[in-house]
């Protein structure tokens, strides 16, 4: 038994999640241009190319983070988020974060690291799920599956349908976690109840 498809899926979080933060990111669309979305952006001074408000500062990095725009510049997107994130915006550290593990810029996978840490720490989703991968990985800190476990875990009380597919594995295989199959079953059921396909092909393989 293995990981089902663990690294295609944690490496395509890496590369994509900095699209996927949020819904109301400040991105363009296809009625507006670049510059408009950044007027609209309260504290933010178009003219002066600054931001004066956490709020601020991460879209103005989410929008020359978008490569569709006309504004696209990854280096300046780093700047704008990288103010966000040492005013404790939790979105824009895990947005700087994946920016950072990417192929936009040169990567700097510590920093990235660091940037996770600190929004899971906060409590925030998809920084927890990150965490397990990288942790359980180990291509960017030393390997530790005692720390993925736990951070799947936390993500995994959240209702995160990956960490619990991830973490039920652990418990039935005892990886970073004590053996305990009834957990390991619950967690894949709850899994696939939300429609995680690989929980539900687990549980198949399983029996279940």
Same mark, same amino acid.
Request: cysteine-free.
């Given at each position: 038994m293995h990981l089902i498809g663990y690294k295609k899926t944690v490496w395509k979080y890496i590369t994509i999640i900095i699209f996927l933060i949020l819904s109301s990111s400040a991105s363009a669309n296809e009625d507006s241009t670049c510059v408009e979305v950044l007027s609209t952006i309260q504290g933010y001074s178009l003219g002066h190319s600054a931001c004066y408000n956490a709020d601020a500062c991460f879209h103005a990095g989410v929008v020359? $983070?978008? $490569?569709?725009c006309t504004l696209y510049d990854p280096t300046k997107a780093?700047?704008?988020?990288q103010k966000a994130a040492d005013l404790n915006h939790v979105d824009a550290q895990v947005y700087l974060a994946a920016l950072l593990s990417s192929n936009e810029i040169p990567p700097d996978y510590e920093q990235a690291v660091a940037l996770y840490e600190k929004a899971a720490n906060q409590n925030h989703l998809r920084a927890q799920f990150m965490l397990g991968g990288i942790y359980l990985m180990g291509d960017w800190v030393e390997k530790d599956l005692i720390r993925s476990a736990y951070w799947y875990q936390e993500a995994a009380e959240q209702g995160h349908a990956s960490a619990q597919y991830y973490l039920g594995f652990f418990y039935i295989q005892g990886v970073g976690v004590a053996k305990d199959n009834d957990k390991g079953m619950a967690l894949l059921q709850k899994s696939a109840a939300q429609g995680h396909q690989g929980a539900a092909e687990l549980l198949n393989k399983l029996g279940m």
């Open positions: 020359h $983070s978008d $490569s569709k780093v700047g704008f988020l």
